[in-house]
C-alpha cells in the first residue's frame, strides 16, 4: 500500500508539473510567437536580445536579481525552449527529491509544508510569477507612439510594405536607446510633413484641369474667374488653361467672341513676371488666327516696349519676343514696331543664344517686306554685330544670319537704294551690311565650313553679290 501511495503521489506531481508548465507556455512562449509577427523587421537586433535572455535563464543559481528586473528563475531557458523539453526537465526535477540542487530550485524558500505536492505547488508558484514578470516586460501594447492614432487596417505612412508596427514598451524598449537601433527607432517614430501645394495667398479649387478642352461655356467661366479675381495663383492657373484653350482653332474664335482678348491682355501690366510669361503666351497662341490680331495689335507697342526693359534673356523676354514674331509674321502690324530696330539689333549682339536666334526671326519678317528695307538699313547698329558671320557659331545662327543678310542685299537692289548711300551714317546697318566690305569677307571665309547646309546657303549668297 506505501508503494502504491508512493507510485500515486509521483504521478499526481508530474500532472500536476505538467499543467504548470504548459501554462508557462500559453503566458510566456504564445506571446513570444505573436511578438516575433512584429519582429520581422529587426531580426539581427532581437537575435542580440535572445542571446542575452539566454545568458540570463543558463545561470544554475536561482533567487539573484536579474538586470531585466525578474526576481525569479526556474532553471530552464525561457526564450525559445519547446513545450517537450519544458516537461522532460520539471520531470527530472520532480524525480530527484534528494538533490540539493533539486531544492535550490523548486523551493527557493522555505516551503510549509511536505511531500511532492507541496513542491509541484511551489513548482507552480514560481512558474507563475516567472511568467507575470515575462509578460510585464515583454507584452506587446497597439499603442502609436505620440499622439498620432491610426485605425488597425490602415497603413502607416512610410512604413515597410505599408505595415503600422506598434512601438516597444517597458524595459525592452529602453534596451533599445543605443547604437543602431536607436537612430533606427527615431526615424520610425518621426512624422513625416505633407506635401503640399505652394499656394501665394489662398487655396482655391481651379474647377478645370490646365489641360482640358474646354467648351465656350467653360470657357466663359474662366473668363469670368480671371476678370473678377487678383489673386496671383488663380490668374496663372486660368492663363495656362486659356493659353493651353488657344492652341486650337475653334478655341481661338471661341475665346475672341466672348471677348476674351482684352480680359487676357489687361495682365500685360502686372509686374508679376510669371503672370506676364503666361498672359504673352496664352495671347502667342491666339496671335495665330488673324482675327485675333486685329484685336492684339492694340497692344503690340505695349509688348515691346516691356519686352524690351525686362531682365535679359529672361522667360518673360522670350515669351514676349515669340509673341511679337508671331504678331509681324504678315505686313499689317510691322510699322507699328519700325522705332524699335535699334533695340531689336542691340538684344541681337548682347543676347544669348536663344535670344538671338528668336530676334533673328524677327528681324528676317521685316526683312520680308521691302517696304520696311529703308527703315530698317537707316537704323544705327552695333559693329560688333559682324562677329555672327564667324564659324564657331552652330549652324542654326548662321544660316539665320545669312539669310538676314541675303534678304536685306535682295531688298537694297530691289528699292534702288544702292544708288542713295550717301543718306546713310556709318554706323548704319546700310554701311556694315553693303559699303563696309567685311560682311563679304567674313561670308567667303564661311565657305570652307564643314557643315555642308552651311557651305550651300554660302554659296548661294556669294552668287547674288
Not at 520610425?188 to 484641369?209: C, E, S
Request: aromatic share 6%.
Amino acid at each position: 500500500m506505501g508503494r502504491t501511495r508512493e507510485a500515486g503521489c509521483v504521478a499526481a506531481g508530474m500532472v500536476i508539473g505538467a499543467g504548470a508548465c504548459y501554462c508557462v507556455y500559453r503566458l510566456t512562449w504564445g506571446k513570444d510567437d505573436n511578438e516575433k509577427m512584429w519582429d520581422d523587421e529587426e531580426d539581427e537586433e532581437e537575435e542580440e536580445e535572445e542571446e542575452e535572455e539566454e545568458s540570463y535563464s543558463d545561470t544554475s543559481e536561482i533567487g539573484g536579481e536579474t538586470e531585466r528586473g525578474a526576481t525569479t528563475n526556474i532553471g530552464v531557458r525561457t526564450g525559445g525552449k519547446s513545450q517537450g523539453d519544458l516537461k522532460a526537465k520539471a520531470e527530472v526535477s520532480l524525480r530527484l527529491e534528494s538533490g540539493p540542487s533539486v531544492k535550490k530550485e523548486a523551493c527557493p524558500e522555505p516551503q510549509s509544508g511536505g511531500g511532492l505536492e507541496a513542491k509541484a505547488k511551489a513548482l507552480f508558484s514560481i512558474l507563475k510569477e516567472q511568467a507575470s514578470a515575462k509578460a510585464g516586460r515583454g507584452i506587446r501594447v497597439g499603442n502609436i507612439s505620440g499622439n498620432r492614432t491610426l485605425a488597425p487596417s490602415l497603413p502607416c505612412p512610410g512604413g515597410r510594405g505599408g505595415g503600422c508596427h506598434p512601438t516597444r514598451s517597458g524595459s525592452r524598449a529602453v534596451s533599445r536607446t543605443s547604437g543602431k537601433s536607436k537612430g533606427k527607432n527615431r526615424n520610425k517614430n518621426t512624422k513625416a510633413p505633407a506635401t503640399t501645394w505652394p499656394v501665394r495667398r489662398g487655396k482655391f479649387n481651379f474647377p478645370y484641369k490646365i489641360d482640358d478642352i474646354l467648351s465656350a461655356p467653360d470657357l466663359q467661366k474662366v473668363l469670368n474667374i480671371l476678370e473678377r479675381t487678383n489673386d496671383p495663383f488663380i490668374q496663372e492657373v486660368a492663363l495656362v488653361t486659356l493659353g493651353n484653350n488657344a492652341a486650337y482653332s475653334f478655341n481661338q474664335n471661341a475665346i475672341r467672341e466672348l471677348g476674351g482678348v482684352p480680359i487676357i491682355a489687361k495682365l500685360i501690366k502686372t509686374r508679376d513676371p510669371i503672370i506676364r510669361e503666361k498672359t504673352y503666351n496664352a495671347l502667342n497662341n491666339l496671335s495665330v488666327n488673324a482675327e485675333n490680331q486685329g484685336k492684339i495689335k492694340t497692344y503690340i507697342s505695349q509688348v515691346c516696349d516691356d519686352t524690351m526693359v525686362c531682365r535679359l534673356d529672361s522667360a518673360v523676354q522670350m515669351a514676349g519676343l515669340r509673341l511679337l514674331t508671331n504678331m509681324t509674321v504678315t505686313n499689317h502690324y510691322q510699322h507699328l514696331l519700325s522705332y524699335s530696330f535699334p533695340d531689336f539689333f542691340a538684344l541681337l549682339f548682347l543676347g544669348n543664344h536663344f535670344t538671338k536666334i528668336q530676334i533673328m526671326k524677327l528681324i528676317i519678317n521685316f526683312t520680308e517686306n521691302p517696304a520696311m528695307t529703308r527703315e530698317l538699313v537707316s537704323c544705327k547698329v552695333p559693329s560688333e554685330l559682324i562677329s555672327l558671320f564667324n564659324k564657331e557659331w552652330d549652324r542654326e545662327i548662321l544660316l539665320n544670319i545669312l539669310t538676314l543678310f541675303e534678304n536685306i542685299n535682295d531688298n537694297i537692289k530691289s528699292e534702288g537704294l544702292a544708288s542713295s548711300r550717301k543718306e546713310f551714317s556709318r554706323s548704319s546697318l546700310f554701311f556694315l551690311f553693303k559699303e563696309s566690305g567685311v560682311c563679304v569677307k567674313k561670308i567667303r571665309a564661311l565657305a570652307n565650313h564643314n557643315d555642308l547646309v552651311v557651305k550651300v546657303k554660302v554659296l548661294k549668297v556669294l552668287t547674288k553679290l
